[in-house]
Every structure is written in C-alpha cells, then in structure tokens.
C-alpha cells in the first residue's frame, strides 16, 4: 500500500522543501511510497524545458498580486498552480515498481483519466504531450517529475474548482494553441473539492 500525506493549502516553497526531504529518506530506506496531496497559494512554476518567455504578464504586476516564480527541477515548461486545483506529488521509490520515468508518467496519467471519468468526463493522453487533455484541446492536468537515484517527486495538478483565468498570466506548458479547463467547468457543477481528492486516493491506491 502506498502513504498517503494531505498537506492541505501549503506555500509552494515550503511543499517544494518538504519534498525533498521525503526523496532523502526514500532514497536512504527504500521503503515507502508516498504520495502527497495538496493544493497551493497561486504561484508559477518554470520546469527545466521551461522559459520566461511563457510568462505573458510583468514581473511587477506578478509581484504585486503576491504571486511568487520558481525556476525547479521538474520537467517540462511553465505551469501555475491555485487554490481549488488538486496537486498530487506521488514521491516514489520506482525500484519497487519499474526503474522507467516514462511508465510511471503513463500510468499517472491512466489514474487522472480514470478519476475524471467518474464524472462523466472523457479524457485522453495526446501523442508527444505529456499530461491528460479533453477532446484533444483542452488540458485538464499538467504533468512534470523529476527522479533522482529512481525516487521521484513533483508530478500532476489537476483543475477541480480553480481560477483558470490566472491561466492568463502564462503560456501553460509552453503551448500556445490548446486551452485549459477543469473539472467544474466540463461538468457545469460545482464539484465538491474533498471528493475529488478521495477518488484520487482510491484510484492511486488501486494502480499502485
């Protein structure tokens, strides 16, 4: 069975430090599987393949609406993340499970498809585009991890109930001809958060 950690609303700093110190201990013991549930104050990410660039807005404007820019270690471009998405940091030990960054990425991506589907929602990878997208055009969860000595961390962040008009402030993903969108906004109801959070773990703890 895996561990589950709900961190509740945690500063994305503060998640990003914690992390890290869970990826030690794996990485010393090798003896768990955790996986962190959480949600952040909004804040923009930039992954190694990442760039300035994707962020549309002025560092000031940033800068006074509290919003905070982190060069990190995952992979992939430019994301944000707000209160009402779900962010899921699964902090792995793949030697328990396969030693490929890639199965993992596919299987977290079966698991959303499958949690997005008990409300009603078709969902699908995309051929070279990490994470899952609606109808081909409209991303629902952003993906990105980074492994070290085959423990991994970071991983997805799935729109439930948040403010996707903060999208605005960047290119997400660095891909400028596709759209995000949410859950409440595909089904057209105010979903409750925390079930949402509880069929995450029910699906995880099914696959892993």
Known sequence: MI?????????????WKRQKELVKEIQEKRNRNVLVLCQHPTVITIGRNGSNENITVNRDF???????????DRGGDVTLHNPGQLVGYPIFNLSSYHEDLHWFLREIEGAIIELVEEY?????????LTGVWVDGQRKICAM???SSRWVTYHGFALNVSN??????YIVPCGIRNKDVTSINSETGKEVVFENVLKECINVFEKRF
């Open 144 to 146: 990105g991890l980074h």
């Open 62 to 72: 940033l800068e006074y609406s509290g919003i905070a820019v982190y060069e990190i």
């Open 120 to 128: 009603g929602i078709k969902a699908k990878r995309i051929k070279d």
């Open 3 to 15: 561990e589950i950690q709900n961190w509740g609303i945690i500063d994305f700093k503060d998640a």
């Open 163 to 168: 403010d996707l008009s903060e999208f605005g």
